[in-house]
């Protein structure tokens, strides 16, 4: 087994946090390690990224070669895009949908979405949104990492341990905060990836998944089977770019019935 | 015990096992860590580990000589043009040599992801005749950390030990070793070896040149510098330190089809080399930074048979650091298949690092801009290293040059004998510190009309907000120190409510005669937590 992360967002975001903690739930699980990452001036406001290779035997390299990674986890929706290439074809994107746009050139964002959301397997979370729900606005990074724990090759009990060793010195508000981010990310994620398994196309499932109201549990299968009935419908593609136009978050529950009223 | 470690936390673990009594560094990317680290862990040994962030690298390098001189282990630690500011102490002590072990590691930063240029520091151990280590993983990072002070104090050399930025910004899992006790403090014997005056120097440097040969064959013995031949009619290949693994990532398999010499301890090993020439059709050399091997090897191309394939001879990239993609081109592998996606060069723009929001930095700088805009001809700003060098790009624009720690000052008095009207330098505390100070007593000395800034914001910044060495009224008091009279220093607020105020006495500065310094004085807004901390953890003055 070898399994290739590139972590990235941009220098503020926690990055490196979401690293380490892999590192050493990975580490915990058996796994051997290597995890490169960007210190120094990037880390001011520039494009960061880590990578983390896991594996069961001895890893040599530090870095990969192009289309070798099996995942982006990225904070920052643009920034995904900059690491797709080290993606194999059958690669995931994960990353959240909202924009830090510090660069005078940042692109349109429907034309950004457009070209992200083409990508073929793909969880797109609005991780802001979540973090402010679960109370800590600067926990997108452990959103996403929630959003991406059930794919990764480690136990996501393991990851939720050193999640809350990583925050030990903060208090335990902090530490439950950061938490349950992770966990509504972990249900968003393992709600996108049942969606994706019953046939919903990547970007139907793009265009809904960060406009709903997670909690931090896992969602229950027979909404999941609902909403994944009514995006497999013919109108499935046209209702996810209203449901993602419409900027308005979605209960689970309620909101498939709001909008078929 | 095993623990996940930074390349550099493994040095700086290694450094602290091996039992030092004191490190010095001065920050710089990527190096910063390993004295980071020691700092964290210094509590711990016993007696407590001495050491500080020194003002400049050689301070830091002298600092260590002297714990060496004393019989005690010491780790320097800076980044590779950092050994240039350490090259006076460096050179002299290869020739002095080493009392107590003394290593000094060096992380080098090819494709210069953090710096101006991308020197290899094994240049410099070649240049000192000193033996050089290059790790190649974490864990040899830890445990030639360790041996590096056994071999500094065996053939009494100080000892190079080479990193480069994927190491020192990687973690892996290290296995340490049981920690060793602290050498007792006792002089070096023969106190003659360390004072070079020339009688002295020529019989030490006799001394130095007496150990090579003890040196070539600890290089040649070492297991690190391994040799595997396979077959006479297979092409060889001869590889050293990181550049091993990205080697393993783009061959696999197919590396089986080579006979083989990796390296990891230098000076070279010859006897190996010439068995790995002796034995393949040709050989490809594969290493980090400069074709520093190659050029050995080849002797500049003058060495044909077998044949040479190298960056000298465009079969690898000459800059940059080496990637397994760019290994695998250079074998003639294929480029692996990768995710497309159609329109993706259209809404992917680079996002380079910036100035945070309400850096004082900005303000200094959108003062400096207007009170210049309206001069005529054109104005250029001399700029120095730090987060103010992020000043260049837009928006700013407001600084010309960035060449090395303390240049600024230097240059814009060059500038001014040059003719230019007006000659402007900007500079931070951290840097005026390290090396601006002796280019403004120059400009001082002889009352030279240039106007230098310093962005005094307490703290490095850049590196990750280690203490300054002067802030606020230190800074002052340094710079009426060196001579500039207290009415041509003035200090300015640099913030949006300021700035026309700020800009009026720029402009009143820069239409006087002679030398003025402005330092605009606010703290950093990133780091203001760990401001406070360095303050209140200061030690008092001396009574």
Not at chain 2, 157 to 169: G, I, Q, S
Request: aromatic share 6%; proline share 6%; net charge neutral.
């Amino acid at each position: 087994m070898n399994y290739d992360l590139v972590i990235c967002g941009v220098g503020g975001q926690g990055v490196l946090s979401i690293a380490w903690v892999i590192d050493q739930a990975a580490v915990e699980a058996g796994f051997h390690i290597k995890q490169p990452e960007v210190h120094g001036m990037a880390q001011r406001g520039g494009a960061v990224s880590a990578l983390v290779r896991i594996a069961d035997v001895p890893i040599a390299s530090d870095l990969v070669a192009d289309g070798t990674a099996a995942m982006v986890l990225s904070v920052e929706p643009m920034e995904s895009l900059r690491y797709a290439k080290l993606l194999r074809p059958d690669g995931w994107i994960v990353t959240d949908v909202t924009p830090l746009k510090n660069v005078a050139a940042y692109p349109d964002t429907s034309r950004l979405f457009d070209v992200l959301f083409s990508a073929p397997r793909l969880i797109a979370v609005d991780a802001g949104a979540l973090a402010r729900k679960a109370g800590m606005v600067k926990a997108n990074n452990m959103v996403m990492l929630g959003a991406a724990s059930s794919m990764l090759p480690v136990p996501t009990a393991l990851i939720e341990k050193y999640l809350r060793a990583l925050f030990a010195t903060k208090g335990e508000r902090i530490g439950n905060a950061n938490v349950n981010a992770f966990r509504m990310g972990d249900a968003a994620g393992r709600f996108a990836a049942s969606l994706a398994a019953g046939g919903v196309p990547a970007g139907v499932i793009a265009r809904v998944v960060p406009r709903l109201d997670f909690e931090p549990r896992p969602v229950a299968d027979e909404i999941t089977a609902q909403w994944q009935q009514r995006l497999l419908a013919a109108d499935g593609g046209s209702l996810a770019k209203r449901i993602f136009a419409s900027e308005e978050v979605l209960a689970l529950e309620s909101g498939l019935s709001a909008l078929v009223g | 015990m095993d623990r996940i470690l930074l390349g550099d936390e493994a040095v700086a673990l290694g450094a602290v096992e091996a039992g030092i009594s004191a490190a010095y560094a001065y920050p710089g990317t990527p190096s910063t860590e390993i004295f980071e680290t020691i700092r964290r862990h210094a509590g711990e040994a016993d007696p407590p580990i001495r050491g500080l962030w020194s003002t400049n690298e050689k301070v830091a390098l002298e600092e260590g000589v002297g714990v060496s001189y004393a019989g005690k282990r010491a780790l320097v630690s800076m980044k590779h043009v950092g050994l240039n500011v350490a090259a006076d102490p460096f050179m002299n002590v290869a020739v002095a040599g080493a009392h107590g072990g003394l290593v000094i590691a060096v992380a080098d930063d090819p494709s210069m992801h953090s710096s101006q240029n991308e020197q290899d520091s094994r240049y410099f151990a070649d240049f000192a005749q000193v033996p050089c280590l290059e790790p190649s993983n974490q864990q040899e990072c830890y445990s030639f950390t360790r041996e590096a002070f056994e071999l500094s104090e065996q053939l009494h050399v100080p000892v190079l030990l080479r990193l480069v930025t994927r190491l020192a910004h990687s973690r892996a899992v290290v296995t340490s070793s049981p920690p060793r006790k602290q050498n007792e403090a006792q002089y070096v014997a023969d106190s003659s070896l360390y004072t070079l005056i020339p009688s002295n120097a020529r019989r030490a440097y006799g001394k130095l040149l007496d150990k090579q040969p003890a040196i070539a064959e600890y290089a040649e013995r070492h297991p690190a510098n391994a040799l595997t031949l396979r077959d006479a009619r297979l092409p060889g290949i001869l590889v050293s330190g990181v550049a091993w693994n990205y080697l393993q990532e783009a061959l696999g398999p197919a590396l089986e089809q080579y006979n083989l010499l990796r390296i990891g301890v230098y000076p070279l090993p010859v006897r190996k080399i010439r068995q790995l020439l002796d034995a393949s059709t040709e050989v490809w050399l594969v290493e980090e930074g400069y074709p520093f091997i190659e050029r050995y090897v080849s002797a500049l191309g003058l060495m044909r048979e077998p044949p040479i394939k190298g960056k000298l001879t465009g079969h690898l990239p000459r800059s940059g650091e080496l990637t397994p993609d760019a290994l695998r081109q250079s074998f003639g592998l294929p480029a692996r298949e990768a995710l497309r996606l159609r329109g993706l060069d259209e809404v992917l723009v680079g996002r380079p690092p910036r100035l945070c929001d309400a850096c004082p930095h900005d303000d200094a700088y959108a003062a400096i801009n207007e009170a210049i805009a309206d001069i005529e001809g054109e104005v250029r700003v001399q700029g120095d290293i730090g987060c103010y060098a992020l000043g260049y790009l837009k928006p700013h624009q407001a600084i010309h040059s960035c060449l090395c720690m303390g240049a600024s000052i230097g240059m814009a008095i060059g500038a001014a004998h040059a003719g230019m009207k007006p000659s402007l330098a900007v500079i931070g505390d951290g840097t005026f510190t390290h090396s601006g100070m002796a280019p403004l007593l120059d400009a001082a000395r002889e009352n030279i009309p240039i106007k230098v800034f310093i962005l005094d914001n307490s703290i490095v910044a850049m590196t990750g907000g280690q203490p300054t060495m002067a802030t606020d009224e230190q800074v002052v008091d340094l710079v009426a120190g060196l001579g500039v009279p207290r009415s041509r220093i003035h200090i300015i607020l640099p913030t949006p409510q300021k700035k026309a105020e700020n800009v009026q006495l720029i402009r009143a500065e820069i239409a006087r005669d002679g030398l003025s310094v402005i330092i605009a004085r606010r703290a950093c807004v990133t780091y203001a937590k760990v401001i406070k901390e360095h303050r209140r953890s200061r030690k008092p003055a001396p009574a």
